[in-house]
């Protein structure tokens, strides 16, 4: 699932915020926003899913969603997240529902099949 190479990334990315790094911060996103137009979509129509680059895709889906809705909906997410028993995409955004409402778990449904983010 896409997520499991995503959250690594944003959790340290995310956790570096609060630790004033912000130069970390930065670098690492710049990174992802530089890399993820080149690489297939996370959930492309016909499901065959590349290996290649969608983490990226899931770092600066996770940064777009980190500048309109803050730092605690990220950490909101990484935490449902974390606890998964089941790492699925269906599964993630029923928990996140659950727990945040439909306009997040929403967005990034819909966001799967974007070529690029503009929320």
């Known amino acids: 699932m896409w ?9 340290r990315n995310k956790y570096s915020l609060p630790l ?3 130069a970390f911060f930065e670098s690492q ?3 992802a926003i530089e890399g993820y137009k080149e690489t297939p979509v996370i959930k492309p129509s016909d499901l065959k899913r590349s290996d290649t680059g ?16 803050g730092h605690e909906t990220i950490i909101t997410i990484l935490q449902v ?6 790492v699925a995409t269906s599964i993630f ?10 306009e997040i778990p929403n967005l990034i449904e819909q966001s799967l099949t ?5 929320l």
């Open 29 to 31: 996103v710049s990174k």
């Open 54 to 69: 969608v983490h990226w895709r899931g770092v600066v889906l996770f940064y777009e969603i980190y500048k309109k809705y």
């Open 81 to 86: 997240l974390a606890k998964l028993k089941i």
């Open 114 to 118: 974007k070529r690029e983010y503009n």
């Open 20 to 22: 004033n790094d912000i």
């Open 93 to 102: 955004l029923d928990e996140l529902k659950a727990v945040m409402g439909d």
């Open 3 to 11: 997520t499991i190479g995503t959250t690594p990334h944003d959790s």
